[in-house]
């Protein structure tokens, strides 16, 4: 079993739904989670950490932990095009740790 | 300020042959990784630097080389190319830590196949 498990897609949603893209891990260990949002042909850009269990909120974009179940969420609210983009979540167990990556889910927002 | 960069975009190798991935950064960044990127293979961590003279190994290290002897550049030498070794190279660079925190900063990539 891998470490961080994700669903490559691709995800295909009309304009202004609201998106659920997810994770599940087996390492208990995992205390960060990261979600990294790359465009087509760039490099991954960080979009929001998160530090143990809960919620944590940014404009649109909400990501959620339950490390009780080894799951982690990224949700979009009110989806744009320009939000069309692999999505890779990432964990790791300390600040000094390396960070274990997801495969990413290709998002595609429909206009 | 360029922030980080790799050369060159593309690559094309023949098996056995060897050449270098480079990277500069010039934010004084300390902590600098290599990644691959292969298809339904996420991204996967080569080598990596906590600062000039240090060097470790990530998760996929073998038939990859790294030196570090400035802050600002970070290659990464392949010895022997071989067909496994196709994929996208990324760079990347946080101020200090591995980038769990601190916001991860990626080059655009070097896209190599190797026949």
């Known amino acids: 079993q891998k470490e961080v498990e994700q669903d490559p897609g691709p995800l295909s949603v009309p304009e202004g739904a609201i998106v659920s893209l997810n994770c599940t891990y087996s390492?208990?260990?995992?205390?960060?989670f990261m979600w990294y949002r790359q465009y087509s042909r760039k490099g991954p850009e960080l979009l929001m950490y998160t530090y143990s269990s809960g919620n944590k909120e940014d404009g649109r974009f909400t990501a959620q932990v339950d490390k009780s179940s080894k799951y982690i969420s990224l949700f979009i609210r009110d989806s744009q095009p320009s939000d069309s983009a692999t999505y890779l979540c990432?964990?790791?167990?300390?600040?000094?740790?390396?960070?274990?990556f997801g495969k990413g889910t290709r998002l595609h927002i429909l206009p | 300020n360029a922030g980080v960069t790799q050369t060159p975009k593309f690559q094309v190798l023949k098996t056995g042959q060897s050449m270098t991935l480079q990277c500069a950064q010039d934010?004084?960044?300390?902590?600098m990784s290599w990644y691959r990127q292969d298809p339904g293979m996420g991204l996967r961590l080569i080598h990596y630097s906590v600062g000039a003279g240090i060097t470790d190994q990530g998760e996929v290290p073998n038939g990859y080389n790294v030196s570090r002897s400035t802050t600002e550049d970070f290659p990464l030498r392949l010895l022997s190319a071989a067909p496994s070794q196709t994929s996208v190279y990324f760079c990347?660079?946080?101020?200090?830590?591995?980038?769990?925190?601190?916001?991860?900063?990626f080059g655009p990539g070097t896209r190599l196949t190797v026949l």
């Open positions: 990432a964990m790791s167990g300390d600040l000094d740790d390396k960070i274990i």
């Open positions: 990347a660079t946080t101020p200090s830590g591995t980038g769990v925190t601190d916001t991860q900063y």
């Open positions: 934010m004084n960044h300390e902590y």
């Open positions: 390492n208990s260990a995992f205390q960060y």
